[in-house]
T-cell receptor
Framework: QKEVEQDPGPLSVPEGAIVSLNCTYSNSAFQYFMWYRQYSRKGPELLMYTYSSGNKEDGRFTAQVDKSSKYISLFIRDSQPSDSATYLC????????????FGSGTRLLVRP | KAGVTQTPRYLIKTRGQQVTLSCSPISGHRSVSWYQQTPGQGLQFLFEYFSETQRNKGNFPGRFSGRQFSNSRSEMNVSTLELGDSALYLC??????????????FGQGTRLTVV
């Protein structure tokens, strides 16, 4: 079993829809969580960073962390065709010793 | 503020050769991590450096090595290249003071093709 599980998709939604992307993890020591967006043939771009549990909002993006369920989510409101990309969750903690553990990524397609 | 810069962007090498990739972190960042990204395995951690010291290493063979210079720039080297080393190599930069609790910013990567 992988430490971080993420549905690979693809997830196809119409423009303007609310998108929900999720990851589950098994290591209860994970304390910080990030979401990255990666366009084809580009490096990952950091979207959201959350430390410990709770919600964080930035524009159209909301990140949620539920440590009790070992479940994190990224919500995208009013999705745009330019949001079409692969979304990667990443996490780490004291026992992961300076390395991030990544999910496999979810491909998102926003249809005009 | 300039982002993370990786050079070269693209490389084509022959099996058995060696290659050196370079990463310049964001100014003020002292931690540099390297990751390998392939379609089958996703993003896999190679190693992390802070103040010229390797603090952690992933499960890769000894052909993969790296170093960090006093100005925080980092290089990674792959010797005796194999076809399976074809991948996007990504460098991530972070403040790194605690090593694990800060945001990590990635460069555009170096796409290595081994033929």
């Amino acid at each position: 079993q992988k430490e971080v599980e993420q549905d690979p998709g693809p997830l196809s939604v119409p423009e303007g829809a609310i998108v929900s992307l999720n990851c589950t993890y098994s290591n209860s020591a994970f304390q910080y969580f990030m979401w990255y967006r990666q366009y084809s043939r580009k490096g990952p771009e950091l979207l959201m960073y959350t430390y410990s549990s709770g919600n964080k909002e930035d524009g159209r993006f909301t990140a949620q962390v539920d440590k009790s369920s070992k479940y994190i989510s990224l919500f995208i409101r009013d999705s745009q065709p330019s949001d079409s990309a692969t979304y990667l969750c990443a996490m780490g903690g004291m026992d992961s010793s300076y390395k991030l553990i990544f999910g496999s990524g979810t491909r998102l397609l926003v249809r005009p | 503020k300039a982002g993370v810069t990786q050079t070269p962007r693209y490389l084509i090498k022959t099996r058995g050769q060696q290659v050196t990739l370079s990463c310049s972190p964001i100014s003020g960042h002292r931690s540099v991590s390297w990751y390998q990204q392939t379609p089958g395995q996703g993003l896999q951690f190679l190693f992390e450096y802070f103040s010229e010291t390797q603090r952690n290493k992933g499960n890769f063979p000894g052909r993969f090595s790296g170093r960090q210079f006093s100005n925080s720039r980092s290089e990674m080297n792959v010797s005796t290249l194999e076809l399976g080393d074809s991948a996007l190599y990504l460098c991530a930069s972070s403040l790194g003071e605690t090593g694990w609790a800060t945001e990590a910013f990635f460069g555009q990567g170096t796409r290595l093709t081994v033929v």
